[in-house]
């Protein structure tokens, strides 16, 4: 069973056009995060959720939305996508965020979804 | 600005050696720190974590933390050719979002 499942693994699609990510974390963690990887493998955080409360919002444009509908997912949606959308987006979880017990903070990342806007 | 930065390498080493990658900080709020290994088109895998002054030794790794000169490093022993990958530090304030480096990558040469 895989711990942090992402869909789709990749995903091929035209400017202007919408689409979601879909993260599914079975691991009983509180806390659920969107991170964005460019082409240069710089690895930055977009969003975070713990227990369905959004709790991190970097400088991301706002057509991206995430979507906590519980605690085990987290959604991205995006709008009118652009050429600088295209990257790898890792979903990831933790058991708790803002904890000093460093095993709570450990996160553990999905497989990514390759995006790709055309 | 928090960063964190990394020499982007490539750190070449032969096999049986022991690699050593750096990685400094800005944020003094950084109460944990972080290795992650990810392999060419694959996700980021925790390798260690520390969070105390001092080294923390798990197997073939050591993690080595200095938070006076905001110091972190990790070293690997008897490097393998399985261990070529790209190796990202990460620090994180008071438990939130890790803030990543752009990682170092390795090569284990045979």
């Known amino acids: 069973d895989t711990a942090v499942s992402q869909t789709p693994k990749y995903l091929v699609t035209q400017m202007g056009n919408d689409k979601s990510i879909k993260c599914e974390q079975n691991?009983?963690?509180?806390?659920m995060y969107w991170y964005k990887q460019d082409s240069k493998k710089f690895l930055k955080i977009m969003f975070s959720y713990n227990n369905k409360e959004l709790i991190i919002n970097e400088t991301v444009p706002n057509r991206f939305s995430p979507k906590s509908p519980d605690k085990a997912h987290l959604n991205l949606h995006i709008n009118s996508l652009e050429l600088g959308d295209s990257a790898v987006y890792f979903c990831?979880?933790?058991?708790?965020?803002?904890?000093?017990?460093?095993?709570?903070?450990?996160?553990?990342f999905g497989a990514g979804t390759r995006l790709s806007v055309l | 600005q928090k960063e964190v930065e990394q020499n982007s390498g490539p750190l070449s080493v032969p096999e049986g050696a022991i690699a050593s990658l750096n990685c400094t900080y800005s944020?003094?709020?950084?109460?944990?720190f972080f290795w992650y290994r990810q392999y060419s088109g694959k996700s980021p895998e925790l390798i260690m974590s520390?969070?105390?002054?001092g080294d923390k030794e798990d197997g073939r790794f050591t993690a080595q933390l200095n938070k006076a000169s905001q110091y972190v490093s990790l070293l690997i022993r008897d490097s393998q050719p399985s261990d070529s990958a790209t190796y990202l530090c990460?620090?994180?304030?008071?438990?939130?979002?890790?803030?990543f480096g752009k990682g170092t990558s390795l090569l284990v040469t045979p």
């Open positions: 990460a620090g994180s304030n008071s438990g939130y979002a890790l803030n």
């Open positions: 691991l009983g963690h509180d806390t």
């Open positions: 990831a979880s933790s058991l708790r965020t803002g904890d000093y017990l460093l095993a709570k903070n450990i996160q553990y």
């Open positions: 520390i969070y105390s002054n």
């Open positions: 944020d003094r709020g950084s109460q944990s």
